[in-house]
């Protein structure tokens, strides 16, 4: 009996040292954790502290920046609105589901309630979601938010700019759909937009402190900084960039918001929280708009600067903090990293997104994907970044050439110029794209036209006069 009792002790002492030296399996992420994503709309890659502005300051965002994990060569799947935001949701290329740049008021074109988005693979699992903010995917009612798995909603359904007070003149959409929605019903006209961040930011508070005994999925994809530029009384003239910077600083003050309510309602430690650019900055409108720097170019084009974005992703006790990662990702990445996160089960169409859970965490610093595909403009492929090589098909793009862009919210007009022939840049020895290598890299040139000529037959390519095989078509909405 001794030697039995002394052998419990024996065995309950080692545990304890175990334990106490913290070689103990530890408890792994929550199963089913809080989601956030905050997409904020034309927003350039230098636009944040953390990410090198020199001009405007992000306290919050440059937090969670320390207590997570920034990605520095992250893109959106197009450089241009409703496009982007349907590849976020879906995983797929937008191309693949039939969504090419952005859907004007009364455009009869939807995001398919076929597929599957963050929200309905969530809420599969008993997710409660909401979208507070712009939707841009469909402005009929039957292709509402709440058609494509979100509870709640609250917002816009367009740009901020397709309404009658566009400083820009062009036409004027006169719809009641320009309006400002909760759930199906309008509840304001818009006239001022100055409070708009705030009330998104409210929104998004109050639903955390209704759901928090309970998973939920908050997507808040923020109007601004599109323009036309509004901020609130708080931060006019609170930043050395002008509005602009204005703006970047409310943004910034309700990341903050949203961190604390977390932290108040005791879910900050089982909430992993993800923002993100909808594309690079709208360079005609000059000072009220962002900066790519060092990137070429801007929103439109399938340039560094019209698609290689901030992204930041925070996880207490998961993902690392302070992590630098510099392995490429793109925006189709999100939905199969957060069902993998989740333990959900992938849509059942095929999807162009691959998991990058483990690249997130630390224990890989490879991107999930050999190549990504630039897309834009009808479903002509204008790019393909491998590994650190960026190649550009011939096509026409749209540039300031070198001249200033507008003042007080007036743009000023494009020049168009062509990529005559293919051109190679290395984006390690060369992020502004100023140096074409292709001629001294024939051998990388033809891994990534190989890449390109299997993608083109499954995703199309109208540069070529390929229609892809494995494309699907957007709903179309026929108006009363």
């Known amino acids: 009996m001794k030697t039995l009792i002394t052998s419990i002790l024996v065995l309950t002492i080692l545990s304890l040292s175990l334990i106490q030296c913290g070689d103990s399996p530890v408890s792994g992420p929550d199963p089913s954790p809080n989601i956030i994503i905050i997409f904020t709309d034309d927003q350039g890659y230098q636009d944040l502290g953390c990410y090198g502005s020199p001009d405007i300051l992000t306290p919050h965002l440059d937090g969670m920046a320390r207590e997570g994990a920034r990605f520095t060569n992250f893109y959106a799947a197009q450089a241009v609105c409703s496009a982007s935001r349907a590849a976020l949701l879906t995983g797929c290329y937008p191309n693949r589901i039939g969504i090419h740049g952005a859907f004007m008021p009364k455009a009869r074109q939807a995001l398919d309630t076929a597929e599957v988005t963050i929200a309905e693979l969530l809420k599969e699992k008993g997710y409660t979601t909401a979208l507070f903010g712009k939707w841009h995917l469909g402005d009929h009612p039957d292709f509402f938010p709440m058609a494509q798995g979100f509870d709640e909603f609250f917002g816009i359904l367009y740009s901020n700019d397709m309404w009658p007070y566009h400083p820009q003149q062009g036409p004027v959409f006169d719809f009641k759909d320009l309006y400002l929605y909760d759930q199906h019903d309008i509840v304001d006209t818009l006239v001022d937009q100055s409070l708009l961040t705030r009330q998104i930011t409210e929104r998004s508070v109050d639903f955390i402190r209704r759901n928090k005994n309970s998973p939920f999925f908050l997507y808040v994809p923020h109007p601004q ?24 600083m409310e943004i910034d003050w309700s990341v903050g918001q949203i961190l604390r309510a977390l932290e108040d309602e005791g879910i900050d430690q089982n909430t992993l929280v993800l923002f993100a650019s909808d594309n690079g900055p709208w360079l005609s409108y000059g000072d009220h708009s962002g900066s790519a720097l060092p990137l070429r170019e801007g929103k439109g084009t399938a340039l560094e600067g019209g698609q290689r974005v901030p992204m930041i992703i925070r996880y207490p006790g998961v993902i690392p903090p302070g992590r630098v990662v510099d392995a490429p990702l793109m925006a189709i990445d999100i939905l199969p990293t957060l069902a993998e996160v989740c333990g959900t089960t992938l849509p059942d169409l095929p999807i162009d997104g691959m998991s990058a859970w483990s690249l997130c965490q630390g224990q890989t610093d490879k991107s999930p994907h050999d190549a990504y595909f630039f897309y834009y403009h009808q479903n002509e492929l204008h790019g393909v970044r491998y590994k650190n090589w960026k190649l550009y098909f011939p096509h026409r793009y749209r540039t300031l050439n070198g001249r200033p862009g507008g003042q007080e919210g007036q743009p000023v007009n494009y020049e168009y110029l062509n990529f005559d022939q293919i051109a190679l840049y290395d984006l390690d020895a060369d ?50």
């Open 431 to 480: 992020i502004s794209e100023t140096s074409d290598v292709a001629h001294l890299h024939p051998a990388v040139v033809d891994t990534i036209k190989n890449l390109a000529n299997d993608m083109r037959k499954i995703l199309g390519d109208r540069l070529h006069g390929i229609e892809g095989s494995q494309t699907r078509e957007s709903a179309r909405i026929v108006y009363e």
């Open 225 to 248: 900084p599109h323009v036309p530029l509004f901020v609130s009384d708080q931060f006019k003239g609170k930043s050395q960039r002008g509005l602009y910077g204005d703006v970047i």
